[in-house]
Nanobody, 117 residues
Framework: QVQLVESGGGLVQPGGSLRLSCAASRIMFRLYAMNWYRQAPGKQRELVATITSGDSTNYQDSVKGRFTISRDNAKNSVYLQMNSLKPEDTAVYYC???????????WGQGTQVTVSS
């Protein structure tokens, strides 16, 4: 069974940085588009950043210039470097693996990011 395990969340002050990691197992990781989503209390889950199997990236407008998604296929891992964090970035962040050939999605359990002074 596919497993995605996130780590790196926590409490940080506004303006601070965090790096989220997601380790994947039991998938041909290099073939998957990998995404980071987030869900704030009372809000719908939203797509934050995407990196394709070909290393193309895309970002939600609100995080452009502050967040960077990257992947290491040798480690079956995807990362989200988050800089200049704002209180509105507070959410549970989820790692997602997307099968472009079946449209199947796999999800991690989520990691809490709280931006507060």
């Amino acid at each position: 069974q596919v497993q995605l395990v996130e780590s790196g969340g926590g409490l940080v002050q506004p303006g601070g940085s965090l790096r989220l990691s997601c380790a994947a197992s039991r998938i041909m990781f290099r073939l998957y588009a990998m995404n980071w989503y987030r869900q704030a209390p009372g809000k719908q889950r939203e797509l934050v950043a995407t990196i394709t199997s070909g290393d193309s990236t895309n970002y939600q407008d609100s995080v452009k210039g502050r967040f960077t998604i990257s992947r290491d296929n040798a480690k079956n891992s995807v990362y989200l470097q988050m800089n200049s964090l704002k209180p509105e970035d507070t959410a549970v962040y989820y790692c997602n693996a997307h099968e472009t050939w079946t449209l199947r999605d796999y999800w991690g359990q989520g990691t809490q990011v709280t931006v507060s002074s």
